[in-house]
């Protein structure tokens, strides 16, 4: 565990979470209702809120989102534009006869359109899906024939590469709507044209009168058998997105925030649309991919105030060497944050030295919709540390007892599995088709997150490992983080990923899989220096007993280094479901 304090940005939301602990009693999610919409009315619905909500709120020509390309042209929609298009789409479903409660979904990458058709799906009664634009024909049917997926909208080229060859597997998928690129081919059969459409709908569109309870959103996550859950949230979930959105990443109308996740994941909808446009900002989205001059230089130039990113891209951004970063100048940005998967302590202070502010840890899932766990902006920052609970969520490392049971772990130094009392309002309402796996969820009164943690004594959340990914080493258990936490401090590590391989005397052993950093060759004396570095500073018991290099570590498409597709090549078993995995289509 770190044992520096990183002191809160001074200015943010002080009024609010200087004192935790009352922050935490006072708080109470009706009233997050209320303060949302600012009325009591039983309906609710969560693009209404998102648009219409801020247009009321006078902010019709204030500029909703920013879409960058690659030759740095900008496309700036309103809020007003937003309410237009989101209308028109929910026009275009109702003319195409698409009755309420129908899934709609998108394949696309970062452009207006699905912003369109996901505020106009939603405010029509729908349930909105993004999906993914990098997945093959193969994990496209999945989850089209899951989400019972009646209208598609996508590109030319994507459609024939990877749904025209499927099609006759989707009996339930009534349209597609093509979004013109510009390379204007014929439109293939069996589709529409999206801006014909949308030119021929109506502008103004009454939402529909939805509940708190009803589905608005399906995303898909991986499951650990390798079959994809269907995650719904309901239109509740954006009492808790907005919530965070303020809490944790402290937005404020008017300000520009970055969020560099695609919006095929939960966070590219929770936190790259939904949550911050309750806020009123500006929202940034580059249509490129990761590189570090440009995403420098859209800090710079786009004066970004807020920036919600990933490890990966910060370990990505660390490798490519600070005097890069400091090349450009960053007077705007003020508050930086993290999700998806393990924020090395060393990447928290990176953030100190290269940007003057450390990055904020947040910890949540699909499954839980909102940020639970985080380090906030008016709090200090323990680095390693994923935070402390957002008020309204209680949070506990638990662990099950021999009746069955669940008992709350007081020892900080002990590992359980995170556990959420169910209350808060964007919980998952279900596993599509999988009831049994839904309710096993759930025990004793608590949702299982299905990853372990510490929790110490000021209730800050230090993350383990999954449930399934934790190494037991001669009766210890390790936590693969922990030591590539260790290991990333060696100044030749790019990047580690650690698995236990199966050891006959201790059970498993720890082995390393380490990308290095530009300048080193993996050579055996470096393979000794690093495995030194290591026994030092974790002992012989935790330390891996190999250490292999490796010129690109198995990453899912979201990001994350994939251990389990390590550990399965490394026993010979099968590779699961594989869609998620970066390079393959
Ligand atoms: C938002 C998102 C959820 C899983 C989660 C955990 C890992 C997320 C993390 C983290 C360590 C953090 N994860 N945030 N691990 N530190 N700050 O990523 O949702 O794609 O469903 O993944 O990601 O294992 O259970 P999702």
């Known amino acids: 565990m770190a044992e520096r304090t990183l002191h809160k940005t001074p200015g943010s939301l002080e009024h609010y979470l200087s004192d935790y602990e009352s922050a935490r009693q006072r708080f109470d999610w009706s009233e997050s209702r209320r303060a949302l919409t600012g009325s009591s009315d039983p309906h609710l619905n969560l693009a209404h809120e998102a648009v219409d909500r801020q247009v009321e709120r006078g902010r019709a ?16 929609v309103t809020y007003g534009d937003l309410q237009r298009h989101s209308n028109q789409f929910a026009n275009v479903l109702r003319s195409l006869g698409i009755a309420r409660g129908a899934t709609i979904a998108t394949l696309l990458g970062r452009v ?24 093959g024909p193969d994990p496209l049917k999945t ?28 009996p339930e998928l009534r349209s597609v709507l093509i979004v013109s690129e510009g390379t204007e081919r014929k439109l293939p059969e069996g589709t529409s044209d999206f801006a014909c459409l949308m030119d021929g709908a109506s502008d103004a569109y009454q939402t ?4 708190d309870t009803d589905v608005a959103l399906l995303h898909f996550t991986s499951g650990t058998t390798g079959k ?56 940034i989205v580059d249509r490129e991919e990761f590189d570090p001059q440009r995403w420098y230089q859209i800090l710079e130039e786009e004066r970004v105030n807020v920036w919600y990113t990933a490890p990966t891209a910060i370990r990505m951004l660390m490798k490519a060497g600070t005097a890069l970063t400091r090349e450009r100048h960053y007077p705007q940005l003020r508050h930086m944050a993290s999700v998806g998967e393990p924020l090395n302590g060393e990447a928290v202070l990176w953030g100190v030295e290269a940007f003057g502010m450390p990055f904020h840890d947040t910890w949540w899932q699909t499954e839980t919709g909102a940020i639970m766990i985080a380090n906030f902006a008016a709090c200090d920052v323990l680095p390693g540390s994923m935070g402390r609970a957002v008020p309204g969520v209680e949070a ?52 299982l997150a299905g990853d372990l943690a510490r929790r110490d004594n000021e209730g800050y959340f230090w993350f383990v490992g999954r449930a399934d990914d934790v190494i037991k080493s001669a009766g210890h258990l390790i936590s693969p983080f922990e ?84 550990r399965a090549r490394e026993l010979g078993l099968p590779e699961g479901d594989l869609s998620t995995l970066e390079g393959r289509e």
């Open 228 to 283: 994809p859950k269907g995650v719904t949230l309901t239109h509740a979930a954006v009492i808790a997105q907005h919530a965070t959105s303020q809490l944790v990443l402290d937005l404020h109308p008017g300000e520009v925030y970055w969020c560099t996740a695609d919006p095929g994941w939960v966070t590219g909808i929770a936190y790259g649309l939904i949550g911050p446009l309750t806020c009123g900002v500006q929202l």
């Open 483 to 566: 030591v590539e936490s260790t290991l990333m401090t060696h100044p030749a590590v790019a990047q580690v990923a650690v698995i236990g391989v199966p050891d006959p005397i201790a059970g498993q052993a720890v082995k390393a899989f380490v990308e290095l950093r530009s300048g080193f060759e993996g050579n055996d004396a470096l393979r000794r220096q690093i495995m030194g570095h290591a026994r030092r500073l974790l002992g012989a018991v935790v330390a891996p007993r190999e250490i292999v290099f490796s010129d690109s570590l198995p990453r899912t498409r979201s990001g994350k280094i994939m251990r389990r597709l390590l």
């Open 61 to 76: 020509d204030q500029i909703a989102a920013r879409f960058l390309d690659r030759e740095w042209r900008r496309v700036d």
């Open 143 to 170: 989850r089209l024939q899951l989400g019972h997926v009646q209208l598609l909208v996508t590109t030319e080229n994507l459609y024939r590469r990877k749904v025209a060859p499927i099609r006759s597997d989707l």
């Open 208 to 211: 529909t009168l939805t509940r």
């Open 396 to 447: 506990q490392v638990v662990r099950r007892t021999a009746q069955g049971t669940l008992e709350v772990v007081e020892s900080p130094e002990q590992v359980g599995e995170i556990a959420l009392r169910p209350g808060w309002p964007s919980m998952f309402s279900s596993y599509l088709e999988d009831p049994e796996r839904y309710r096993q969820s759930f025990l004793d009164g608590w949702y």
């Open 112 to 135: 207006p359109e699905l912003f369109s058709a996901a505020l106009g799906a939603v405010k029509a009664g729908n349930v909105f899906c993004s999906l993914f634009s990098a997945f």
